[in-house]
């Protein structure tokens, strides 16, 4: 049997894995369509576009349905008080993800002009909106979230939507969406040829810039800005049961959430790869490098989401207004039981998964031209 | 307390949503398993036809699919949203099978769903087959997952309250799925799903034979259909008998309340056919019984009572009372009193605490409550009579329906006719709604006979929605509603257009309206020369 509090680590890690899976490949799906109607000047070019993901995105977004899931089996506090307290927010992601699976499909089964421009602004609007909103809410986590536990741990907000949208937040949304966008730049570059994928390069390098700006201004902010981070009063019984009541929490003494990055250097190695990615994909853009580009916005997007995992460690749901009810992953989290479980049906199946995952992309790899396109005009999207 | 507008609303949007999900979802997985079977001819005798069979359902499949996911994408975080309370008392459980499903199914569909519609050129003939045949996986082991967690909120085995983090927890992992209850709805509901993929392709089929269009497509398509729907609505009727005796066992409540069964019957109990349930008299007006049928269903024998409604309020007020003791033993628990007897006595009356939580309708203090407050408490134990008892109905009434349906076309198919009777092309052809009509009415019963628990007997449904405000839920309901309107409307819209199109939408030259464009095309260049 494995000690509680190493499945409580493990399953901080493997929601991590989940979340950097989702923003991986279902990042270049969002980035790849919210630069879709800008870098594509015609229809050929936009279902170019579009086709690269065709067969892929449906896949891909299963990294977030399924971290949804893994956050309500391993997080079950978290995922009832994030998704209840931030209800406007997350109904916007979801009208925005409507969009896409209807957009894919339905788009070309019509051969009308303003039918398809709607689609192509929809799948725009599916890509650029959720980004824009994941990042917010990571930016609302350094803040604190308006929320308090009561004795029956029931949560209660008491915040609204609009206070979301805060300058810091929106930065941090920012890094989000230029990010995925270099995401989504580079891999169009990878996957298209001609003008789309010169186009394509010009809005990977821009978008590269705003994310090093961006990610560089969030974090002197987060230093500079008298933003506070939470410690966690000691002794603290990392193995003990899962009640998030019955701990002390430290408002003071971990100035704009660094602590975690002076006790254990190494983990500067992710704002490191953060930043060393935007770079690549900002050399890698200037000089028409596809894969080089997209080395470079695989490693800004694993480094930009260990940089705010690794500074908000151990909490998860940092509570404004009254911080003892923060939700950690030592108490927010299953029953050893259920922890268990899950490790061995993840510990079997995300292998599984990468494995033919993998083999869908190398058997639908190549590069889309808008020749292929005219000619199976009838079986693409 | 929440105030009970909001706990109405979020249970009309989660009704809303999950109805809407429940139109696409059964056709997935009915659909999924024929396309796997029409390949499979394919590839086995080498006939086009079938592989164009396959690409052309497959593109009807495709509209459907895209709206099963998108209205999908809701249920996976309405738990979260909109019944944050639950998800906290018994995400332990509950998240469990979601993730799994996750992580087993919906990745192994999704990511195969693309090669299904692009790998066509890049496949071998048996890697396609292989990519289609694991999508029907993937969507019949997704039914599963979900309806072991569903099953679970029904007959809620393995699991265990820990006062400690003031919430329920898993004690056996392999109790939750061999729930006996999720193992019948799980067969019971995919079958209901293989009906539905059935009796599509046969109305649609019929359509082509009475137009006279694409004769050949037209009567394969109706052949698979109407043996594969055979088997499977047999299936759905013997594993609906198989869930009446689950709920006899286990669901007493639900089953009282289909029957409209107010006082108990001396053994064996009647069958109510038909009558007017009189929830406030509490009794069945104009009642007609099949003798014996009841007994036998539900206990499988003739010596077994069914226990009444009004037998059923007498026990659960004994329960009510004895949760009451459990509420005030959780208290001083919760307020750090940790006596071995006071641990004993709250272990022996734990089993209870959910019938004490009912209370919290009507009061915070549960250990003070009212006897007018109990009583009705007690009155809530039971959902909505009537409309149980006529959903009930109306599920089985399609369902043999259906039955009677398949038996003819299976029939006519043998003695290949059916395009001769155009009475049974149009029977078949009416017969598309039917379907619906038994799956959303089977959900009510499964659903709304739960009622007032959202876990049976461990979690009242008012306790479990989310802190949420009234004028939140409104937004979000119309925003819902007429969001998922628009789409249907556009999905309806393609589906017909494809659907009267037929095979014709392949492009490949074969098919009926593109055989009259370039006859009409030839005429034209006779005419000219």
New interface residues.
């Given amino acids: 049997m494995i000690e509680y509090e190493l499945l409580k680590i493990i399953w901080w890690v493997l929601v991590g894995v989940l979340l950097i899976g989702f923003a991986l490949t279902d990042g270049f799906d969002m980035g790849s369509m919210a630069l879709m109607p800008f870098v594509g000047k015609n229809d050929e070019e936009r279902r170019a576009a579009i086709?690269t993901i065709?067969?892929?995105?449906?896949?891909n977004?299963?990294w977030f349905?399924?971290a949804?899931?893994?956050?309500?089996?391993?997080w079950?506090?978290v995922?009832?008080?994030?998704?209840?307290g931030m209800?406007?927010a997350?109904?916007l992601v979801?009208?925005a993800?409507?969009l896409r699976?209807?957009g894919?499909?339905?788009r070309s089964?019509?051969n009308n002009t303003q039918w398809r421009t709607s689609w192509d602004w929809g799948l725009c609007i599916g890509g650029a909106v959720p980004a824009l909103v994941f990042g917010v809410a990571f930016g609302n986590m350094f803040l604190g979230i308006p929320f308090t536990l009561d004795?029956?741990?029931?949560?209660?907000?008491t915040g609204s939507f609009f206070a979301l949208l805060n300058p810091f937040a929106l930065v941090c949304g920012l890094v989000s969406l230029s990010m995925l966008c270099a995401h989504g730049g580079a891999w169009l570059m990878l996957r298209t040829d001609g003008d789309l994928r010169n186009r394509s390069a010009k809005a990977t390098q821009l978008m590269g810039i705003i994310f090093l700006v961006c990610f560089l201004g969030a974090g002197a902010w987060l230093y500079f800005g008298n933003i506070e981070g939470y410690t966690l009063a000691q002794p603290f019984n990392t193995n003990g049961?899962?009640?998030p009541l019955a701990k002390e929490v430290l408002t003071t003494g971990n100035h704009g959430w660094m602590n975690n990055y002076s006790t254990y250097p190494i983990t500067m190695l992710a704002p490191i790869s953060a930043i060393l990615g935007g770079l690549l994909i900002v050399l890698g853009a200037g000089q028409n490098k596809a894969g080089l580009s997209f080395m470079g916005s695989t490693l800004a997007v694993t480094g930009a989401i260990l940089t705010a995992g690794f500074a908000l460690f151990p909490f998860l749901l940092p509570s404004s207004i009254n911080p003892t009810a923060s939700l950690t992953m030592w108490d927010a989290v299953?029953?050893k039981?259920?922890l268990t479980?899950?490790t061995v049906?993840?510990g079997i199946?995300?292998p599984l998964?990468l494995c033919?995952?993998t083999w869908?992309y190398y058997?639908?790899w190549g590069v889309i031209t808008n020749k292929h396109i005219q000619e199976n005009t009838?079986?693409?999207y | 307390m929440i105030s009970e507008s909001v706990v109405d609303l979020s249970r009309f949007q989660f009704a809303m949503t999950a109805m809407y999900h429940f139109i696409f979802v059964p056709l997935t997985l009915g659909l999924a398993f024929l396309l796997a079977i029409m390949e499979t001819t394919y590839v086995i005798s080498g006939k086009e036809i079938y592989r164009d069979m396959t690409k052309f359902w497959g593109k009807l499949f495709?509209?459907n699919?895209?709206?099963g996911?998108?209205t999908?994408?809701?249920m996976?975080?309405q738990?979260?949203?909109?019944w944050?309370?639950?998800?906290?008392y018994v995400?332990?459980?509950?998240?469990?099978p979601?993730?799994?499903?996750?992580?087993?199914a919906?990745?192994?569909e999704?990511?195969?769903?693309?090669?299904f519609?692009?790998?066509?050129d890049?496949?071998s003939k048996v890697q396609h087959l292989g990519v289609t045949w694991l999508v029907a996986l993937g969507s019949n082991l997704s039914a599963l997952w979900i309806l072991v967690a569903n099953g679970w909120m029904q007959n809620p085995v393995g699991s265990e309250f820990?006062f400690?983090?003031?919430?329920m927890?898993?004690?056996d992992?392999g109790a939750l799925i061999f729930n006996p209850v999720a193992q019948v709805k799980f067969v019971h509901t995919v079958s209901a799903g293989y009906v539905t993929g059935a009796i599509f392709v046969l109305a649609i089929s019929s359509y082509y034979m009475l137009k006279k269009q694409d004769l050949p497509f037209a009567r394969r398509s109706f052949a698979i259909a109407a043996i594969f729907g055979l088997a499977s609505t047999l299936s759905v009727i013997l594993l609906g008998d198989e869930s009446g005796y689950e709920l006899g066992d286990v669901q007493k409540t639900k089953l009282a309340a289909i029957e409209s069964e107010w006082e108990t019957h001396p053994a064996p109990a009647p069958f109510t056919l038909f009558g007017i349930p009189n929830q406030e008299e509490q009794r069945t007006d104009y009642a007609i019984k099949i003798p014996y049928a009841m007994g036998i269903i539900a206990t499988r024998s003739l010596d077994k009572e069914v226990t009444g409604l009004n037998d059923l309020m007498v026990q659960h007020e004994v329960r009510i009372r004895n949760g009451m003791v459990a509420y005030s033993e959780l208290e001083q628990l919760?307020a750090g009193d940790r006596s071995p007897e006071l641990m004993a006595s709250f272990k022996e009356n734990q089993k209870d605490l959910g019938y004490g939580l009912l209370l919290k309708k009507y009061t915070d203090k549960v250990t003070d409550a009212s006897e007018n407050q109990i009583k009705a408490a007690t009155k809530d134990t039971i959902p909505n009579v009537t409309a149980l008892f006529f959903s009930f109905r109306a599920m089985v009434a399609s369902g043999f329906l259906m039955l009677l349906l398949f038996i003819l076309a299976t029939y006519a198919v043998a003695k290949r006719n059916a395009e001769n009777k155009p009475w049974l092309l149009k029977f078949a052809l009416f017969a598309l709604p039917l379907p619906w009509i038994a799956l959303q009415t089977g959900w009510y019963v499964a659903e709304g006979g739960r009622q007032p628990w959202t876990i049976a007997e461990v979690l009242p449904t008012h306790l479990s929605a989310?802190?949420?405000s009234t004028g939140?839920v409104w937004?979000?309901i119309i925003?819902l509603a007429a969001?998922y309107t628009v789409?249907l409307i556009?999905?309806m819209y393609?589906m017909i257009k494809?659907s009267r199109l037929g095979p014709s939408?392949?492009?490949t030259g074969k098919y009926h309206f593109e055989k009259l464009e370039a006859a009409q095309q030839e005429k034209v260049e006779g005419a000219q020369s």
């Fill in positions: 086709n065709a067969p892929h995105w449906e896949g977004q299963v349905v399924t949804g899931g893994a956050l309500f089996a391993a079950p506090m995922y009832a008080t994030a998704f209840s209800y406007w997350l109904l979801l009208f993800l409507f699976p209807v894919f499909d339905y089964k019509l004795e029956t741990v029931r949560s209660t907000y049961v899962a009640n299953s029953s039981n259920t479980v899950m049906v993840a199946f995300v998964i033919y995952t869908c058997k639908m009838h079986t693409l | 495709g509209i699919f895209a709206l996911v998108t999908g994408l809701t996976e975080f738990f979260g949203t909109n944050a309370y639950y998800s906290h995400g332990d459980i509950f998240g469990a979601l993730a799994i499903e996750g992580l087993m919906f990745f192994l999704s990511t195969f769903i693309g090669l519609f692009f790998g066509w890049r496949l820990n400690e983090t003031m919430r927890e898993l004690v992992f919760r989310s802190s949420l939140d937004g979000s925003a969001f789409l556009i999905e393609l494809f939408s392949l492009h």
